[in-house]
């Protein structure tokens, strides 16, 4: 048996350059695009949809589908445009088998010119987890957070493009 620790914890920021109100609703609904990267093909899960199917606020469930399976979180903390966090509940990864529990969550800080969304997702594995799992497991995190946040610019682009087509129109 050894000592290491059991808990991982992968944090991201990144800068968008819109309102918060723009990247509030990309949290609980958003299709990613189907770009891929090397981890992806070495069998990191790509995630393809998160949804809110049966409404927002604390206690709703989310709901987020990768290429490999389906991932249903509880939503813990829920205050729009600033805090979402939530912990997973059940999952059908095969990837996930020593995975005891995962909580994440998004603190969006406004800027003067955008919002910086500060992503932690904190991951407690079981004791006889292998560290080369769960080496494999931090650099997963880390290209999802990436893939994520990266999918959530191209997003927050198109709503502001959008908008300002509309406006146009007017």
């Known amino acids: ?30 299709k990613m695009d189907r770009s891929n990267s090397l981890l992806f093909r070495l069998g990191v899960p790509q995630p393809l949809e998160c949804r809110l199917p049966a409404g927002e606020g604390v206690g709703a469930e989310r709901e987020c589908i990768s290429d490999q399976g389906t991932v249903h979180q509880r939503i813990l903390e829920w205050i729009p445009d600033h805090r979402l966090s ?48 769960r080496v494999e497991l931090r650099l997963g995190l880390q290209q999802v957070h990436r893939y994520v946040f990266r999918n959530w610019q191209r997003l927050a682009r198109e709503s502001i493009s959008t908008a300002e087509g509309r406006g146009k129109g007017s």
């Open 86 to 133: 939530f912990r997973m509940e059940t999952n059908d990864l095969p990837s996930a088998k020593g995975i005891e529990a995962i909580e994440d969550s998004f603190d969006l800080e406004p800027t003067r010119d955008g919002v910086v969304v500060d992503r932690r997702t904190q991951v407690r594995v079981a004791p006889d987890y292998p560290l080369r799992k």
């Open 1 to 30: 048996m050894t000592d290491r620790p059991r808990t991982l914890l992968v944090r991201t920021r990144r800068k968008f350059p819109v309102p918060a109100s723009v990247v509030w609703p990309l949290l609980g609904n958003s």
